[in-house]
């Protein structure tokens, strides 16, 4: 997703209710996507990967949702916690690109209230 | 999980003057490593790629004769900003890789750099 000059969007849920971040991504030949979060002043950190061979894929509290043809990829967290409060990143690995070279989206500031 | 450790943490520098940032894989070798710049509020951007033993790979618009990046073993690539003034100002992620293939990539913790 392009991010540049753009703000950062926020998603506010209640504490205990699902939250659901979206991501469209650009490059229709990335076949390898992740989802990282980012606390304030540390690094990303991984959350759950698909490849563009699955349209779901899940993992302890959180699936992520892969539609190819609208280039969408969703996450979804069940239960949001306060814990859960930060910024979601998903990234794609293009195709043909060097692994773990990823490009980013814009990111979403998830906020939980207790 | 693979470790990536980024030194220093935080760093203030004086406007003209260089600074080193260090990524280092702790528990397995990173054939290539990744610098990305990420200014508040705002996403990673790609600065430029590190592959052990050859020349960094800069994306479009970055400055390698700012951004000097050395990738001299499997498990250790420094980013040096050279004659830092208040605009590179910013907080720099390195990301760490050991296939050729799709793989995630591991990050360091970042480092927080002030140019006053």
């Known amino acids: 997703g392009e991010s540049v000059g753009l703000h950062l969007p926020t998603l506010s849920v209640q504490e205990g209710d699902n939250s659901i971040i979206n991501c469209a991504y650009s490059?229709?030949?990335?076949?390898?996507f992740i989802w990282y979060k980012q606390e304030s002043g540390k690094g990303p950190q991984f959350i759950i990967d698909?490849?563009?061979?699955?349209d779901k894929r899940q993992g302890q509290r959180v699936t992520v949702l892969l539609n190819k043809t609208v280039k969408h990829l969703s996450l979804q967290i069940a239960a949001t916690q306060p814990g859960d409060s930060a910024v979601y990143f998903c990234?794609?690995?293009?195709?043909?690109?060097?692994?773990?070279?990823?490009?980013f989206g814009q990111g979403t500031e998830l906020s939980v209230k207790p | 999980g693979a470790v990536v450790s980024q030194h220093p943490s935080r760093v203030i520098c004086k406007s003209g003057t260089s600074v080193k940032i260090e990524c280092r894989s702790l528990?397995?070798?990173?054939?290539?490593m990744f610098w990305y710049r990420q200014f508040p509020k705002k996403s990673l951007m790609l600065m430029a790629t590190?592959?052990?033993?050859?020349?960094?790979?800069?994306e479009q618009g970055v400055e390698k004769d700012k951004f000097l990046i050395n990738h001299a073993s499997l498990t250790l690539s420094t980013l040096t900003v050279t004659s830092a003034h208040p605009e590179d100002s910013s907080f720099y992620i390195c990301?760490?890789?050991?296939?050729?293939?799709?793989?995630?990539?591991?990050f360091g913790q970042g480092t927080r750099l002030t140019v006053v």
């Open positions: 990301s760490a890789s050991w296939t050729g293939g799709d793989t995630e990539a591991f």
């Open positions: 490059n229709s030949a990335s076949d390898y």
């Open positions: 698909i490849r563009s061979n699955m």
């Open positions: 990234a794609e690995n293009g195709r043909g690109n060097q692994g773990g070279k990823l490009i």
């Open positions: 528990d397995f070798q990173a054939t290539t």
């Open positions: 590190s592959n052990e033993g050859s020349k960094a790979t800069y």
